[in-house]
């Protein structure tokens, strides 16, 4: 069991200190919400077998008195298995799948599509020492230099802010992904918000954006965990004639109690008959 309560927990951070990774981001949240302190070894992406003892070139990894763990479903399913008598990440087995279907999508929709519109400002934000390894390795990845990829993400911003509608539609109404108290599901999903955040030299959600209280309040979670210095702001992407809308208002999709009789859907009904014979 966790000496003084304290976990060991390897960083995985950017030049100006913020963390960078989503799964890292994670798991710091996981960690958290199981009521540990963290002794946390910081480093960025050079380094990291050495750091590690040998154990893993890859993080997340936290080691529990003498027992190491690796990935972030393998550190939550450990925490949740080891610790039962502390808040559970996964307290229903049925929202696994459920977590696993919404981080596959919000991972297609978003998190790659804005990886790949920072990719340079990635690279840029890195130790000089893990610049060489970041800019080989990703430009494996995307198939062409940073620069070049990165080209043009004012033209994909808006559309990639209008592809997480689902995620408005969930979060309106209700406080958290978890229901009534924030869960795994929060933080697997604010750990790629976080990721960008340490990245983004542009905004890359509006003002206004609805997800905005959300963010903010999973952010301020654990004495304001999610907030470092070292992160840019998310908010203040501009709205440019010809883009699709940011985010579509309140009722458009999703499951709502919207059909209350006649009168609630006349508005809809006559927009959608304009035009037709009487």
């Known amino acids: 069991m966790a000496k003084n309560n304290t976990i060991t927990f390897f960083d995985l951070t950017m030049a100006t200190g913020a963390t960078t990774s989503p799964f890292v981001w994670s798991t710091k949240f996981a960690l958290k919400h199981k009521g540990f302190d963290l002794d946390v070894v910081p480093g960025g992406f050079t380094g990291i077998l050495e750091r590690t003892c040998g154990v893993t070139e890859r993080l997340p990894a936290i080691v529990d008195e003498g027992t190491w763990v690796l990935d972030s479903w393998g550190i939550v399913e450990y925490l949740d298995k080891t610790y039962p008598d502390r808040p559970m990440l996964l307290a229903d087995p049925g929202m696994v799948p459920l ?48 620069e070049d990829k990165q080209a043009g993400r004012e033209d994909r911003l808006p559309l990639i802010s209008a592809e997480i509608e689902p995620l408005r539609i969930t979060l309106r109404e209700s406080s958290w992904l978890g229901g009534n108290e924030p869960s795994y599901a929060d933080y697997r999903i604010i750990g790629p918000f976080l990721f960008l955040a340490s990245v983004a030299k542009i905004p890359p959600l509006a003002e206004d954006d609805p997800l905005r209280d959300w963010i903010e309040r999973c952010r301020d979670l654990f004495g304001g965990l999610g907030r470092h210095p070292g992160l840019f702001p998310l908010y203040g ?39 037709m014979k009487k």
Request: hydrophobic share 35%; glycine share 10%.
């Open 237 to 275: 992407l501009p709205r440019r004639e010809g883009d699709p809308e940011l985010f579509a208002p309140p009722g458009q999709g999703g499951i709502h109690k919207r059909n209350t009789g006649p009168q609630s859907t006349r508005a809809e009904t006559e927009r959608i008959t304009d035009g």
């Open 99 to 146: 977590i696993r279907a919404v981080d596959a999508w919000f991972w297609r929709v978003a998190v790659g599509p804005w990886m790949r519109c920072f990719c340079a400002d990635y690279r840029d934000l890195c130790f000089e020492e893990d610049k060489e390894y970041v800019t080989h390795s990703r430009e494996i990845m995307v198939g062409m230099k940073l």
